[in-house]
């Protein structure tokens, strides 16, 4: 009795990590993958418990959407680690998020390289061609060129990693003015961001390579180092049942309030017209994941420890894998036909049970080949690189 009235007490809180930040980057690895195994199965999400529906299908038709949390994760965590005195120094902060994403980053450059020249044809419809796809992602610099970004041969997911590396160069100045002038520093990202989306929504006929640059990004990332601004200086409060039951309302609020934008998302039709609707939505919807993250940190235990927990560690540990390759194997399966099926377009056909045998083929492969590069490459190299870099400072 006394462990089970724990639960509804007050946690103890992380300065130096937010608890949530784990469910979240599951969450939104997690929808991106089944939108896109979603968009070759056409399952429907919809999901049957206890006699009631529960419609899922909002939240996967969107689940592209979550590429903006997944962004709002990283700058919170990246600032929230600036201010626990980690990552000050620049070559300590660009050898951790280089041992980071390099191996698998690499990784899956190479072998996607690899199946596009030995497709009929070579894959590439010239040499100019592949060198353009092949030095812009090795410079992070593919969502810069419609044919690197839209039509690329070396996996169409990689372009977060360049947002994310082009946000690397500037994080570290931007950290420091955030900590110096954290009102100033958060209004000019915000404003930014904002008059950026506004300029391209009005001038711009065709956003398809504007709508993901950094520059639209700048609000999304600012929310983020305000989250963990914000989430620093209420670990320095007491710790009380009704801040934690506060906290605990409103990260359910959040949660709603992020379907809610999902909803409204799903109304959108046409692809022009469904992004400006993503970068209408790119401010409340990153503002509602801040909110989610730092109230899912400093909840109640129950809330808590269904945010973080070992499984959760665990699938957040090997979710940057699941993220690059899910989208390749489950075009890929459907491709070799895995599972089975005949004529074409199976998932307009509504074929069952083939939707349901691709879609668990997709997860299960996704995960294992996540866990295997997890624990095979990404660790060891990045052990490698921090071995290297450590006797390179000692030197």
């Known amino acids: 009795m006394k462990r089970l009235k724990s ?5 103890k809180s992380n300065s130096t990590y937010a608890d949530a930040g784990d469910f979240l980057r599951v969450i939104c690895v997690g929808m991106i993958g089944w939108y896109h195994i979603w968009q070759q ?6 999901l049957q418990l206890f006699g009631r529906s529960f419609r899922l299908y909002p939240a996967v038709a969107c689940g592209y959407m979550f590429v903006d949390l997944m962004l709002l994760l990283s700058g919170s965590l990246l600032m929230l680690s600036f201010l626990s005195g980690r990552g000050r120094d620049l070559r300590d902060f660009y050898a951790a998020r280089a041992a980071r994403i390099l191996p698998s980053y690499w990784l899956c450059m190479a072998v996607m390289l690899a199946l596009a020249l030995l497709a009929p044809g070579g894959g590439y419809g010239s040499a100019r ?7 812009s992602h090795l410079t992070f610099t593919h ?3 419609p044919s690197s970004y839209s039509f690329t041969k070396l996996n169409g997911a990689l372009w977060t990693m360049a947002v994310e590396v082009q946000f690397y160069l500037i994080f570290p100045l931007l950290a420091r003015a955030f900590e110096r002038r954290p009102g100033c520093t958060y209004c000019a990202m915000a404003a930014l961001g904002l008059f950026c989306r506004g300029l391209i929504a009005t001038f711009v006929s065709d956003t398809t390579i504007y709508v993901n640059c950094l520059p639209a990004m700048l609000d999304v990332y600012a929310n983020g180092m305000l989250a963990a601004w914000i989430y620093r200086r209420l670990c320095r409060s007491p710790r009380s049942a009704w801040r934690a039951w506060l906290s605990t309302a409103l990260t359910l609020a959040a949660a709603v ?3 809610h934008i999902l909803r409204l998302q799903l109304g959108r039709s046409g692809g022009e017209n469904v992004r400006l609707g993503q970068m209408l ?8 994941g801040g909110i989610f993250l730092i109230c899912g940190s400093r909840s109640i235990c129950l809330m808590r420890a269904l945010l973080t927990n070992r499984v959760i560690r665990f699938l957040s540990g090997i979710s940057f894998n699941f993220y690059i390759w899910h989208q390749v194997l489950a075009v890929q399966l459907k491709k070799w036909r895995i599972p089975y099926y005949e004529g074409e377009n199976p998932n307009r056909a509504g074929l069952q049970p083939w939707q349901n045998n691709y879609t668990l083929c997709c997860w299960a492969a996704a995960l294992l080949t996540a866990v295997a590069i997890t624990y095979l490459v990404e660790k060891p190299c990045a ?4 071995r290297r870099f450590s006797r ?4």
Request: avoid cysteine.
């Open 392 to 395: 390179r400072k000692g030197t």
């Open 257 to 259: 309030g992020v379907y």
């Open 129 to 135: 061609e592949m060198w353009t796809d092949v030095l």
């Open 41 to 46: 199965s056409w399952l429907n999400p919809d």
């Open 143 to 145: 969502n810069l060129f």
């Open 281 to 288: 939505w790119r401010y409340p919807l990153s503002l509602l």
């Open 383 to 386: 052990r490698w690189i921090k």
């Open 7 to 11: 639960l509804f007490l007050p946690g």
